[in-house]
């Protein structure tokens, strides 16, 4: 299964757009990725999701790039309350199958 | 609009209990899954459902049995409990079909085992 590498940490200045990297060199043509985040230790809060185009949605802005080996999760304007551990992952789908496999997140810190 | 539940939110067992974590959606999504989460990681896939009657192992399936008789529950029962097992249980589901699709979290059960 693909496998994600993501920064353990970063900052971000609230009202600055925090850009978080993953790379996922071994995804499968067919696997998507996702974005989810985990506020304390709430259960993960779904973001956003691509294929191979970019996207964009109320909460985010997701770059893959082409070859899909990585993608930037984009948060335009970071508030306070974003800061939480952002995970990318890789959804792998079959017939049969459906999985998330999780890495171990960013930490996300945004300060006044 | 539920979502997903689940019971209990914490518990605190004693080596060699077993219990059940309950977890239910009033979707009518086919897949369920369970995950657990340790300290500083990310969630690790227990096991999962893509429909009633059909269940698989993910990653961590060792000391952990589920079941699906209905599309609504997905139950994970710890056989004999082991402080290893101490964690917080994610359960979600999503409904199947082309495409992507959103994965729903539960709120958690957070399990101690002494």
């Known amino acids: 299964d693909a496998k994600t590498t993501q920064p353990p940490s970063m900052d971000c200045a609230e009202g600055r757009a925090a850009n978080l990297p993953c790379n996922h060199s071994?995804?499968?043509?067919?696997?998507?990725v996702y974005w989810y985040r985990q506020i304390h230790s709430q259960g993960p809060q779904y973001i956003i999701h691509?294929?191979?185009n970019n996207e964009t949605n109320e909460m985010a802005s997701l770059i893959i790039t082409e070859d899909r080996k990585s993608s930037t999760l984009i948060l335009p304007h970071a508030t306070l309350r974003d800061t939480a551990v952002y995970y990318c992952i890789v959804r792998v789908r079959s017939y049969n199958t459906d999985k998330l496999i999780f890495g171990t997140g960013t930490r996300l810190q945004v300060f006044p | 609009n539920a979502g997903v539940t689940q019971t209990p939110k914490f518990q605190v067992l004693k080596t060699g209990q077993s219990m059940t974590l309950q977890c239910a959606q009033d979707?009518?999504?086919?897949?369920m899954s369970w995950y657990r989460q340790d300290p500083g990681m990310g969630l690790r896939l227990i096991h999962y459902?893509?429909?009633?009657?059909?269940?698989d192992q993910g990653e961590v399936p060792n000391g952990y049995n589920v079941s699906r008789s209905t599309t609504e529950d997905f139950p994970l029962r710890l056989l004999s409990a082991a402080p290893s097992q101490t964690s917080v249980y994610f359960c979600?589901?999503?409904?199947?079909?082309?495409?992507?699709?959103?994965?729903?979290f539960g709120a958690g059960t957070r399990l101690s085992v002494l």
């Open positions: 071994t995804i499968s043509g067919n696997e998507y």
């Open positions: 459902s893509v429909g009633a009657g059909i269940t």
């Open positions: 979600a589901s999503t409904p199947t079909g082309l495409g992507g699709a959103i994965q729903y």
């Open positions: 979707m009518n999504h086919e897949y």
């Open positions: 691509g294929l191979k």
